[in-house]
C-alpha cells in the first residue's frame, strides 16, 4: 500500500510539473509591461480589441513622442487608429512593449464560447531568432493574421499565434512571441507582463 502511494505521489508531482513547464512555454520572459487605463482613456481603437463578445479584433499598441508628450498610438486590424496622450499616472507607469515598442492585444475567434485573451509582440520572431534585428514589425490583415513583409511569414493571431504560411523546415520560431494578458473589459485596465 505504501509503495502505491509513494508512486501514485511522483505520478502527481510528474504530471504537474509537465503542466507547470507546458504553461511556462506558451508565455516569453522578454520583458514586457504595460498597464493601460481605459477607464480613463476611453480610446475606441483599443475597446474594439478587449471586447470578448466580438473576437477576432486585434490592436497595435506603441508609443510616440511628440513636443515632448509620450502617447499611446493604437490601429486595430479593421483599419480604425486612434492616440491618446499619456498622462500624470501613464508617466509614472513603468512600461516596456515588447521587443521594440510593440504589443498586439486582442480575443482569438478559434473558441467563441471561450474567448482567450492574447497579447503578442509586435515583432516577427523568425526574423528576430535569425538576426537579433528588432525592426521587422508585423502587419495585420481583417482575417485576424499577423504578416511580416521581410520574411512573408503568416501567424494567425486567432489561435495562439502559429505559424499559418510561409514557414520553413527547421524554424525554430513556430509561433509568436505571446505575453500574459488580463483586462477588466473594454473600458476598464489592460495589464500586459512577461
Not at 503542466?19 to 480610446?43: I, K, R, W
Not at 508609443?63 to 499619456?86: D, K, P, W
Request: some cysteine.
Amino acid at each position: 500500500m505504501r509503495a502505491w502511494l509513494t508512486m501514485a505521489a511522483v505520478a502527481a508531482a510528474a504530471a504537474l510539473t509537465a503542466a507547470c513547464t507546458g504553461a511556462e512555454e506558451e508565455y516569453s520572459n522578454e520583458p514586457c509591461y504595460l498597464v493601460f487605463d481605459n477607464a480613463t482613456h476611453q480610446n475606441s481603437t483599443l475597446a474594439t480589441a478587449l471586447e470578448p463578445m466580438s473576437p477576432g479584433v486585434f490592436c497595435h499598441i506603441s508609443t510616440t513622442v511628440r513636443s515632448g508628450a509620450t502617447y499611446f498610438v493604437f490601429s486595430n486590424n479593421h483599419g480604425l487608429s486612434s492616440e491618446s496622450i499619456a498622462n500624470a499616472v501613464d508617466q509614472q507607469r513603468t512600461r516596456r512593449l515588447g521587443r521594440h515598442n510593440g504589443l498586439i492585444v486582442g480575443y482569438g475567434n478559434a473558441d467563441i464560447t471561450n474567448p482567450v485573451l492574447y497579447a503578442y509582440d509586435a515583432q516577427c520572431p523568425a526574423c528576430y531568432t535569425g538576426t537579433g534585428l528588432v525592426d521587422r514589425t508585423l502587419s495585420t490583415d481583417s482575417r485576424g493574421f499577423a504578416t511580416c513583409e521581410n520574411c512573408h511569414r503568416a501567424y494567425d493571431m486567432n489561435n495562439g499565434g502559429f505559424i499559418s504560411s510561409g514557414g520553413k523546415e527547421g524554424d525554430t520560431a513556430t509561433r509568436l512571441t505571446r505575453y500574459r494578458a488580463t483586462c477588466t473589459g473594454p473600458l476598464g485596465i489592460l495589464t500586459v507582463s512577461n
